[in-house]
């Protein structure tokens, strides 16, 4: 499998412009989750789904954020408008439940994002 | 949340043993310790998990104290590839909301 596929691998944009982050998970996984990095914040869970239905949204830091799945191969993180203080490495994950302690997440290669 | 406790930083010297340390002196009896690790400009990788048994793979060990309270992550000879944020991660096994929280990890510093 080729793991984690996330696009643009670098986005630089201007504060006001939307953005749009896309991932798509490995395939027959369950689970997936976007996490944003800062070195201020460290690594934060913004919002995860399990079979494509958002299951906790609580991390999402405003509503300028969004973030849906419409299939199980696919999801996008969207910010509108965007703001400097948006900037960061953006990753996804995904995980495959098999009950238990069966929920090893794996990572994709992250977006780095650069608001000017 | 992150409910573990790890210092900020460690040294090792290459092909030395390396024990990361980790504090969770409220853990619950049905959370999992889980270590991740996060090599520079790459998203965290799985290292190891165990419930109350020390458990070996072939990139780390993790010896959990008896009470629980306490786990050790052990590179057993530490290369230049292994300097890395090692994370350790409380993930609740009876909860199937599957979401981790990361704390703040371990530097680690391999000197060659």
């Known amino acids: 499998d080729a793991g984690v596929i996330q696009s643009p691998r670098h986005e630089v944009t201007e504060m006001g412009q939307e953005v749009t982050l896309r991932c798509k998970p490995i395939s027959g996984h369950d689970y997936l989750f976007w996490y944003r990095q800062t070195m201020m914040r460290g690594l934060e869970l913004l919002i995860y789904f399990n079979n494509n239905v958002p299951i906790d949204d609580s991390g999402m830091p405003e509503d300028r954020f969004s973030a849906k799945m419409p299939n199980a191969s696919f999801s996008t993180l969207k910010i509108q408008p965007s703001e400097p203080r948006d900037s960061a490495v953006y990753f996804c994950?995904?995980?495959?439940?098999?009950?238990?302690?069966?929920?090893?997440?794996?990572f994709g290669p992250g977006t780095r994002l650069t608001v000017l | 949340d992150a409910k573990t406790t790890q210092p900020n930083s460690m040294e090792s010297n290459e092909e030395e043993p390396v024990h990361l340390p980790c504090n969770h002196s409220t853990i619950s009896g049905t959370d999992y310790i889980h270590w991740y690790r996060q090599l520079p400009s790459q998203g965290p990788e799985y290292v190891i998990h165990g419930l109350t048994s020390n458990v070996n793979n072939r990139m780390a060990s993790l010896a959990i104290a008896e009470d629980r309270k306490s786990s050790t992550l052990i590179l057993h000879r530490a290369t230049l590839r292994d300097a890395a944020v090692y994370y350790c991660i409380l993930r609740d096994g009876g909860n199937t909301g599957n979401q981790f929280y990361f704390g703040t990890g371990t530097s680690l510093t391999v000197i060659p």
């Open positions: 994950a995904s995980s495959l439940w098999r009950g238990g302690d069966s929920d090893t997440q794996y």
